[in-house]
């Protein structure tokens, strides 16, 4: 089972509205990332997780609050967010960090549209 | 230089021919590579993995890594409509870049009927 489980698929927010992105595996991973892409791009690191711990922040603007609740779950909080913040998040998991033979497995990813 | 370099196409091949996908990178990646296909609107897709020199197949899917020439491409076989993606390359950082898995800009696919 190479399944992350990402929700919701879909979200609408105001430049106002607090919210929430989730991501789920259970695939005993303990590297978890945050990916932002924009049309036509390839995806854009934001966050790592090395177990349960934030080691990498790529310069993420503080209205994007990662949050590492178990080995198994991931957040994405978002207040404020701009118009050109919309994009598809992804969220990915591996096995560890470094990892030179290591898979990253994909979620399908949050379609985030900020009006 | 960038660390994954990737020829962003789009290319365009007739159905059943040989779709060639290519990426170069630097020093400052690891040498083991991985292929994501990513069909418009969806999230990137693992396809193969490679890391070692030589030649990986599946099916109809083959990965070549040249690490002398720091070369890796992918090569689809009798290729089909369904293969229309964008097709991207990745491989993790080194050094200051480890712990990130780094892609290429990705080459769009497009394979007529």
């Known amino acids: 089972d190479t399944e992350v489980t990402q929700t919701p698929k879909h979200l609408v927010m105001g430049m106002t509205n607090k919210k929430s992105l989730k991501c789920e595996q259970h695939m005993g991973h303990r590297a978890m990332y945050w990916y932002k892409q924009k049309a036509k791009k390839p995806p854009e690191l934001m966050f790592v997780y090395s177990y349960e711990k934030l080691s990498i922040n790529e310069s993420v603007p503080s209205r994007f609050s990662p949050e590492c609740p178990n080995s198994s779950l991931l957040n994405l909080h978002l207040h404020a967010l701009q118009p050109e913040d919309s994009a598809l998040y992804l969220c990915a998991s591996s096995q560890a960090i470094p990892a030179a033979n290591t898979e990253a497995f994909f979620g399908q990813g949050t379609r985030l549209t900020v009006v | 230089q960038k660390e994954v370099e990737q020829n962003s196409g789009p290319l365009s091949v007739p159905e059943g021919a040989i779709a060639s996908l290519n990426c170069t990178y630097s020093?400052?990646?690891?040498?083991?590579f991985f292929w994501y296909r990513q069909y418009s609107g969806k999230s990137p897709e693992l396809i193969m993995s490679?890391?070692?020199?030589g030649d990986k197949e599946d099916g109809r899917f083959t990965a070549q890594l040249n690490k002398a020439s720091q070369y890796v491409s992918l090569l689809i076989r009798d290729s089909q409509p369904s293969d229309s993606a964008t097709y991207l390359c990745a491989g993790w950082g080194l050094y200051n870049q480890g712990g990130k898995l780094i892609f290429g800009q990705g080459t769009e696919l497009s394979v007529k009927p």
């Open positions: 490679i890391y070692s020199n």
């Open positions: 020093d400052r990646v690891s040498q083991s």
